[in-house]
Antibody
Framework: QVLLQQSGPGLVKPSQTLSLTCAISGDSVSSQTSGWVWIRQSPSRGLEWLGRAYFRAYWFKDFAYFVDSRMTINADTSKNVFSMELKSVTPEDTAVYFC????????????WGQGTRVTVSS | DIQMTQSPSSLSASETDRVTITCQASQAIGIYLNWYQQKPGKAPKLLISDASTLESGVPSRFNGSGSGTRFSLTINSLQPEDFGTYFCQQFHGLPYSFGQGTTLDFK
């Protein structure tokens, strides 16, 4: 059984950086058969896939164009976690953020974190 | 971007009813389509992958079909635990995208 435990602040000020971490148990962040994604959900925009990272001899990373220049995903193999940073946030980035496992980095999200409600407000 | 459009956006049904939710893609996506169920305050749960493959543990009353641009999720003989919101998701191309959701509640 794979468990994903999210951590990070629920309130971020406009123009600052949103940082979230997803701790993995039951799988490895550097697994050659898994990928790791961030997805967010808001009433106005629904579910949005933000980006992914997966390891196949080296790290591959992809991002949605609408966050591409602002988002990074990193993996820490010593702690078996992956994290995201979203820079220069605005109120439009207010959402529930989920981490999830992407089976074979092929687009199937079979295990999810519990979600973190993030509000961007001063 | 591939746009996913679900219909209806909401529906009410009774126990033992059969309901169908449809999902249309803005371009052909083969069978690169998943269905999720989400309960309030929880993360989505993967129900069906590759348009019609039931995930382990998902009851056989759930049935997915379709290919190309039109897909459907049918729930036969609704049970009380089936309430929630259902989403389709395409994984034909990046960025992966979701439908806006169909909320199923009980009459």
């Amino acid at each position: 059984q794979v468990l994903l435990q999210q951590s990070g602040p629920g309130l971020v000020k406009p123009s600052q950086t949103l940082s979230l971490t997803c701790a993995i148990s039951g799988d490895s962040v550097s697994s050659q058969t898994s990928g790791w994604v961030w997805i967010r959900q808001s009433p106005s925009r629904g579910l949005e896939w933000l980006g992914r990272a997966y390891f196949r001899a080296y790290w591959f990373k992809d991002f949605a164009y609408f966050v591409d220049s602002r988002m990074t995903i990193n993996a820490d193999t010593s702690k078996n976690v992956f994290s995201m940073e979203l820079k220069s946030v605005t109120p439009e980035d207010t959402a529930v953020y989920f981490c999830a496992r992407d089976v074979s980095a092929a687009g199937y999200f079979d295990f999810w974190g519990q979600g973190t409600r993030v509000t961007v407000s001063s | 971007d591939i746009q996913m459009t679900q219909s209806p956006s909401s529906l009410s049904a009774s126990e033992t009813d059969r309901v169908t939710i449809t999902c249309q893609a803005s371009q052909a996506i083969g069978i690169y389509l998943n269905w999720y169920q989400q309960k309030p305050g929880k993360a989505p749960k993967l129900l069906i992958s590759d348009a019609s493959t039931l995930e382990s543990g998902v009851p056989s009353r759930f049935n997915g079909s379709g290919s190309g641009t039109r897909f459907s999720l049918t729930i036969n003989s609704l049970q009380p635990e089936d309430f929630g919101t259902y989403f389709c998701q395409q994984f034909h191309g990046l960025p992966y995208s979701f439908g806006q959701g169909t909320t199923l509640d009980f009459k």
